[in-house]
């Protein structure tokens, strides 16, 4: 039986052959009951198109994810394309760094010129909107047979379950997951786009009330309407963009479960399998990275990620947070867009931290700002801790 | 109990997980065993999904375990839940080794009461004419909140 294994040096071939050459929000961002999520990709992804100078008829690869039973027929059809390569990849809020990876892969097979990567969801406004939403699951499947009797709600109570162990395991406490919120407010507050710009306390996160033990309410994600999008071509070719490209340099992804009982180990997540994939094909360690951007679902998801990702030791995350060392002008920026805690959060939210890389890389982030950042590492997290697409981007 | 009035979701067995139902309606835990691995796995399918074989018995399990984590639920996404906040989801881990999503009940929703690694037992309610729900209860006498609804599991001969 032939090896199944891909050496690094396959895997560095890939390095630096793609770039993101457009990234941009949807008009509006925050609550924008007005709008579809259809529409709010479409305006993403006109918004992303001339950030990038390409025009909607030379995109020859939709990569979405979300709306309906096909994301991209339904997302495709909507903005009036026939891509010849499509790729609804939709394993939660990482699907969108995973499509750059995928995005990658084609663009180098040759298949595909320009890859447009969109997102639109109306996580605030759909919950007020009948038939809105998901779709039920059928009742033989594991979730609905195993979890829903002793459960129905959201993503909080299963990643407060995770939360959970790794306080027992490690003595992670409150206030560790507090300092996350608190840093990345002061990010938001520096983002004219954020939605929470309102000073925020460590005290004010222990007050606020439980929406799942552990997890107090501001230790929780916002839930938002908005979309996103990003532009990926070849390297080549984005040098003939107005703006300068942003080289994916490294790439990984991973998936180890959907339900959250069947989760291998509760205290950590699928980034410690795509973060060495994505360091090892970038040929960067740790302390080069300038700034990072994660999926902040919880004030634990980043915990959590930044072990995984070996920025510090398993365990050692509540440490490595504390005393706003994330915070702005802290020698960790993280989340600078004011994350999914403070500045937006529709509800798979992978898309903006792209944006959000691409912007700080080019130098487009005035008051927030990171100077010089010329690596950033992207990390985003989907489903119940499920999958992970972790990127390292860079500029030459 | 007044079955009628049992609000929250009612599992439907697939054909693949009917002989994990049908113990439980004899409250009774019988999870599927992989012969080549010689261990338990948990959700039910018709292979293992650790070594992908497809050589599989069923048996019977202690109905004991520890919490590997829990969470209390102070909000109802589910008119089932509405009056019953707060409550406690867990992931309990048999000593046979697969772990159950469940409810921790006979037990007070507070953390001075719960902890990570504490040793539980099943307990099953009949929520249904077909369907007897297991959940899990301390080991150890621990505080009582409410009506005690749901009887220890029994050893009893289990499904053919």
């Known amino acids: 039986m032939p090896s199944n294994s891909i050496s690094n040096d396959d895997r560095r071939r890939l390095s630096g052959k793609v770039a993101i050459v457009g990234a941009d929000e949807s008009d509006e961002i925050g609550i924008v009951p007005g709008k579809s999520s259809l529409q709010l990709h479409a305006e993403a992804a006109r918004n992303a198109l001339a950030d990038a100078g390409i025009d909607m008829s030379d995109v020859d690869g939709l990569f979405t994810a979300g709306p309906g039973w096909s994301p991209s027929l339904q997302v495709a059809e909507y903005l009036g394309i026939q891509p010849r390569y499509t790729d609804s990849t939709s394993v939660g809020g990482s699907s969108f760094v995973i499509h750059v990876e995928h995005a990658a892969a084609a663009i180098q097979a040759g298949l595909i010129n320009v890859a447009l990567i969109t997102h639109g969801q109306s996580g605030h406004s759909d919950r007020r909107r009948p038939g809105a939403g998901r779709p039920g699951l059928d009742p033989w499947f594991p979730a609905p047979q195993f979890e829903s009797p002793y459960h129905v709600g959201g993503p909080p109570s299963v990643y407060a379950m995770a939360c959970m162990r790794h306080m027992h395991q490690y003595g992670t406490t409150h206030e560790q997951l507090a300092e996350i919120a608190v840093a990345t407010r002061k990010w938001a507050m520096l983002n004219p786009k954020a939605m929470m710009r309102d000073p925020l306390t460590i005290d004010d996160v222990l007050s606020s009330r439980w929406i799942t033990y552990p997890f107090h309410l501001l230790d929780c994600c916002l839930v938002t309407d908005a979309g996103g999008a990003v532009v990926v071509t070849s390297a080549r070719r984005a040098n003939d963009c107005p703006k300068k490209p942003i080289l994916v340099l490294g790439s990984g992804e991973a998936t180890t479960h959907q339900t959250i009982a069947s989760m291998p180990d509760l205290t950590t997540t699928p980034a410690g399998i795509s973060g060495p994939l994505a360091f090892e094909m970038a040929g960067v360690r740790h302390k080069d990275i300038d700034v990072t951007e994660v999926y902040d679902s919880f004030t634990y998801t980043a915990l959590v990620t930044l072990e995984a990702l070996g920025f510090c030791k398993k365990g050692e995350g509540g440490a490595f947070v504390s005393g706003q060392r994330t915070a702005p002008g802290g020698d960790f920026p993280l989340n600078t867009n004011g994350g999914g805690l403070s500045y937006t959060h529709p509800g798979m939210y992978g898309i903006f931290l792209l944006i959000e890389a691409v912007r700080q890389l080019r130098g487009e982030c005035g008051e927030r700002q990171v100077p010089g950042a010329k690596l950033a590492c992207v990390n985003g997290t989907g489903g119940t801790l499920s999958s992970t697409g972790t990127l390292i981007l860079g500029v030459e | ?160």
């Open chain 2, 1 to 160: 109990m007044p079955k009628q009035q049992y609000a929250k979701p009612i599992p439907t067995p697939s054909p693949e997980t009917q002989r994990y139902w049908e113990g439980c309606k004899r409250h009774e835990l019988w999870l599927p065993f992989c012969r080549p691995c010689q261990s338990f796995f948990f959700y039910p399918r018709r292979f293992c999904p650790q070594c992908f074989g497809w050589d599989i018995e069923w048996r019977q399990v202690s109905g004991r375990g520890k919490v590997y984590s829990y969470a209390i639920q102070h909000r109802a996404f589910h008119p089932g839940w509405a009056q019953e906040t707060p409550y406690v989801t867990a992931i309990v881990e048999l000593d046979e080794g697969p772990r159950l999503y469940t409810n921790l009940v006979d037990v007070e929703p507070d953390p001075k009461s719960l902890r990570c690694d504490m040793p539980v037992e099943v307990v099953f309610e009949d929520i249904s004419e077909e369907i007897s729900l297991p959940r899990f209860r301390p080991v150890l006498p621990a505080p009582r909140r409410g009506p005690v609804r749901a009887r220890p599991g029994s050893s009893a001969e289990g499904p053919a």
